[in-house]
């Protein structure tokens, strides 16, 4: 089996204006999903209690709504988890409110309505100082990430392959972020680190690309800078299809078997997968070459020895 | 030329061996287990006495068992159904603690690995799963440190006032303000002399010059750096033995608690389900009580034949002798400021110095005094029950505050009473600032969920790979598999606690690590199309894919670093097993697997073509 037949390079820079129009577009509506919706962020980064139960049938929900505002919770979002016999009980932190002991009020409350006895089957807890934490040292990580691969690519690389990298993969960022903004889906710590990793992993993508690049620069002369990235491009694009077809494959598995908790993991996953296979590639190329990336950049000048002075 | 040295198949072979030995604990699953551990602060487990007692009784009870284990501070009898176990935990139950309502033991069901015990001897454990995975109750507490540094400056206040009236200074009035204490004074050269008594006596304030109100001079002391630091330490261990002696009740069989940052102490308790009842215990404040003890003649003897004279208490001393006790009580626990093991000036024997406040300090001058060469007492209570802690005699009269408690005590000794006299209350009120409780079925169900996406997701890699890549895709697999092989060795070497975001890393990791293969398949296959030999393609293919695998490792194992430093809870769980699993895959994607090509085409000289699927050429 072989996908791809490819006789001559593909002339990816032609379009790269294109590519990159597209890719500004996503990502303004990104930002303005973010600006205008929000992420809907998770009990751990706002703080309050989540409390998940299981009937051994499908409860009525507006019974239980009830009761909990009746028993002095008026903002519980009670919803469906999963399946009709899940239900997830949010209660935000208020002042004066002994929120450690919350759980426990509300499963007796629970337990007093009608229609079975609910199974506790989880409870998070989260203060509103640590909610604040777990937020700035999430902010943090990103920083941290984004500094280390900046630094670790300016140093194997050039200046060039990095900023441009580090932007085609941002921008990945952004759209994730914007596809929870959009949706509403519900940004959790899990979220986060499943945004982080993809990533490290789609500036991979870009590893590869420009690696190729190099070589090709320092061994064809004739080329000039887009076929230089034309070729790179087309030289590694089964391989890019492969390796991100593999994982995605891994990831679409948690996505139908992981069940809830790993839901919104495996989908951050898969939009980043998928944005960044095009971003790293078609993305960061482009600006590497408007960056001013030549061939002499890769031969090293020869050093010329000083003479000591005695 | 394709060929590695003996001594590199060598390596590669014994690590591959080594992970299958630390994996294998896996697969055995678990088996029930009763738990014995020490149910009292004042009780030490002697691990060869205390199997040897759980094996009498077994064995008088004709309760077979498969095996005891003993560690550092419990002993576990293996089971081979839950119903022998349920059976062997009333029998030992009633062997170690004959009064019900008195427990000295804690004996608790737990579950053991049920690996032979030539794997447990090799210290071969199975994956130290987490809360989200088994099913238990994760708190995290705030340690109230404002609150400590208050407590501690209201009886440093109480110290400067004795102070300076021992020293016969004049003041006119300490007050605490927020973290400070001020010191008023008439005139400049009483404050003089103040500063000098207070620097003479304590090394722990920080003064300061100040014109009050009324242009009175003012002496304003602050705790240094130094002493606040102390005082966090010593309040944060404080309530750490404290919860370690209060979790015991519960019966957990493995709890943890742990420090977590400079204020923080989390506490995970696998297992258990009554939150409420967790909380309950976490939140009791245990006291210390002096009293004396009843030394009438007589007393003890009638006492020990049931008539307990009026006015007193029989208790059992650590040694096990019985001591009788005044009910009235002298000091308690809040006048205590410090308790450390160390050494007798003089004599050089072990020794505990207490710090009693300025108020604990004068009650106990005046009691030592009218009682030189009577026996005192010192007893932790808790749930209302009340356990001497030591019982010393009197030598002289002891003012200034400074105690100590010694003879015939060994080192071990004097830093078990100290660490007592300290877990009567806690340092520092606590908070709860985070909570998770998991239900066992979802625990269970989590495993399930996780394991599943992993095989499916595995099967699916292998599937396409070696539909793809033919026998090279073969290898890639199985150093695919290796790669997972490694990976949870190294997970149950480090006892790393594995998650469900744990399980999601090794899936995700694995998806990650294909990438290295299909480079390297790739560039064989481009090294073939460009005419090399399949010898050549091989060499080349390896050696040029290495760089860009090296490069972008390192790029996600950045990101991992980042996750494994800032995340918390589950990003943490996911960060150590990417981290680890970067690690892995760099080794059997590209040693495993060139060891697996080497041996299959190393030593063909005459070889015509490699089973890596169809190349296809360009025809010009």
Known sequence: MEFFRIKNDIPFMRHALVFNVISLLTFVLAVLFLATRGLNLSVEFTGGTLVEVHYSEA????????????????????????????????????????SSRVSEKVMTTLSAVDGGSPELRRVEFVGPQVGKELAADGAMALLLVVVGIMVYLALRFEWRFSVAAIIANLHDVIIILGFFA?????????????????????????VVVFDRVRETFKKKRGMDTPE????????????????????????????????????????????????????????????VMWLGVSREQFIKPKQEKQEAVV | MNRYPLWKNLMIGIVLVVGLLYTLPNFYGEVPAVQVSSGKATLKLDASSTTARIEQALAAAGIRQTG???????????????ELQLQAKDVIEHTFNPDPEDPDYVVALNLLSASPSWLTSINALPMYLGLDLRGGVHFLLQVDMPGAITKRLDSTAADLRTLLRDQGVRHSGIEREGRSIAVRFRDADLRDSARRAIERFTADLKLADRDGPDAMPELVATLTQQAEKTIQDFALKQNITTLHNRINELGVAEPVIQQQGADRIVVQLPGVQDVAKAKD?????????????????????????????????????????ELLVKKQVVLTGDRLTDAQPGFDGQTQEP?????????????????????????????????????????????????????????????????????????????????????RTVGPSLGAENIEKGFDSTLWGFAAIAAFMIAYYLLFGLVSVIALASNLLLLVALLSMLQATLTLPGIAAIALTLGMAI?????????????????????????????????????????????????????????????????LGIMTSMFSAILVSRMLVNLIYGRKRKLEKLSIGQVWKPSN
């Open chain 1, 59 to 98: 409860p009525q929900l507006e019974p239980i709504r009830q009761a909990l505002s009746d028993d002095g919770y008026p903002d519980a979002q009670v919803q469906n988890f999963g399946s009709a016999r899940d239900v997830l009980i949010r209660l935000p932190n208020r002042d004066g409110l002994e």
């Open chain 1, 182 to 206: 959009f949706f509403q889906w519900e940004f959790s710590l899990a979220v986060l680190a499943a945004v982080l990793a993809v990533l490290g992993y789609s500036v991979n993508e870009s």
């Open chain 1, 228 to 287: 230089v990235l034309n070729h790179a491009i087309t030289r590694t694009i089964s391989r890019t299809v492969i390796t991100h077809g593999s994982t995605q494959m891994m990831v679409l598995s948690m996505l139908l078997f992981g069940g809830e908790t790993l839901y919104y993991f495996s989908l951050a996953l898969t939009i980043g997968i998928l944005f960044g296979i095009y971003s790293s590639v078609l993305v960061a190329s482009p600006l």
């Open chain 2, 68 to 82: 005891i284990f003993a560690d550092q501070n419990s002993v576990r009898a293996r089971f081979d159904t839950t």
């Open chain 2, 281 to 321: 215990i976490l939140g009791r404040t245990a006291t210390l009580e002096v009293r004396m003890v009843d030394e009438t003649p007589g007393a003890l003897e009638a006492a020990l034949n049931g008539q307990v004279p009026f006015g007193s208490e029989l208790y059992t001393e650590r040694g096990g002798r």
């Open chain 2, 351 to 435: 020794a505990v110095h207490l710090t009693l406040d300025a108020a604990g300090s004068r009650i106990f001058r005046d009691v030592t005094r009218e009682n030189v060469g009577k026996r005192m007492a010192i007893l932790l209570i808790e749930k209302g029950k009340g356990e001497v802690i030591t019982a010393p005699v009197i030598r002289t009269e002891i003012g200034g505050g400074r105690v100590q408690i010694s003879g015939q005590m060994t080192t071990q000794e004097a830093t078990d009473v100290a660490l007592l006299l300290r877990a009567g209350s806690l340092a520092a009120p606590m908070e709860i600032i985070e909570e």
């Open chain 2, 515 to 579: 990438d290295a293969n299909v480079l390297i398949n790739e560039r064989i296959r481009e090294e073939l199309r460009n005419g090399s030999s399949p010898q050549a393609a091989i060499t080349a293919g390896y050696e040029r894919a290495f760089d860009t695998i090296l490069d972008s490792n390192i790029t996600t194992l950045i990101a991992g670093i980042a996750l494994l430093v800032f995340g918390s809870g589950p990003v943490r769980g996911f960060a150590v097993v990417h981290c």
